[in-house]
């Protein structure tokens, strides 16, 4: 825990009161009980400085809002799909899977960050709602959706994931819909949370286009052949 050093210019003072709190003990007079007088609250109020300045600062405890260096940043989800031929069904199953499985990763932590407000002052209509119910169901479908594409490319898996996409559209409209009217400080907590989900969305319509169009591509090169 840092403490912070007091400013040379509190000190001065504080050395010249003792000087002349010494001197005032050596001389008489009327000048005497003045000086001394003096000198003592010199050193009080600089000791007050002193120790304001030697108080380690006061730790705000906050709830993470959104910490983006944890939130997986894949650009265009499933592009590299789009530079396969149609016979590159094992390379493409492997790019779907790791792109739906960082998404994954993304709604996990929005479903957590979501869930650090529940219960708290002014977040009561989320605890109400069941919004972490919501989050939740969201974070295993995308889990789900990611075991099966090990399995390649099964029918179910493109309406999961249109399905995935439409959860997280309803998310973020639903904390666009709750934080407005309430607080600055509400809104400095769901607003990161609502672009979260809504750029989750938009990822999940991505990678639906791209694994749709290889999808299509690949039954067209059999039906060719």
């Not at 169901?137 to 399995?151: A, F, P, V, Y």
């Not at 309406?159 to 309430?182: M, P, T």
């Not at 290889?214 to 052949?225: I, L, T």
Request: hydrophobic share 45%; net charge negative; with cysteine.
């Amino acid at each position: 825990m840092m403490i912070m050093r007091p400013p040379l210019l509190t000190i001065i003072p504080l050395f010249l009161a003792v000087i002349a709190l010494i001197i005032a003990s050596g001389t008489s007079g009327y000048l005497l009980p003045l000086t001394a007088v003096l000198a003592a609250v010199t050193v009080l109020v600089v000791l007050g400085i002193i120790s304001q300045y030697m108080k380690p600062p006061a730790e705000v405890k906050q709830v993470p809002i959104e910490n983006f260096y944890l939130w997986a940043d894949i650009g265009e989800s499933g592009a590299e799909l789009r530079r396969l031929s149609p016979g590159d069904v094992e390379a493409a199953t492997r790019i779907a899977s790791a792109d739906l499985g960082s998404l994954s990763s993304n709604a996990d932590l929005l479903n957590s960050r979501i869930s650090l407000l529940l219960g708290r002052d002014g977040f009561e209509e989320l605890t109400q709602e069941k919004f972490n119910g919501q989050t939740e169901k969201l974070s295993e479908d995308l889990r789900g959706i990611t075991k099966q594409l090990k399995k390649g490319f099964q029918a179910e898996i493109l309406s999961s994931i249109e399905q995935c996409a439409s959860q997280a559209d309803r998310i973020a409209n639903k904390l666009y819909d709750f934080q407005r009217g309430k607080s600055e400080v509400v809104h400095v907590y769901v607003e990161p949370l609502r672009r979260a989900a809504e750029k989750l969305s938009s990822d999940l319509r991505l990678a639906f286009t791209n694994i749709s169009n290889f999808v299509k591509s690949a039954s067209a090169g059999d039906e060719s052949s």
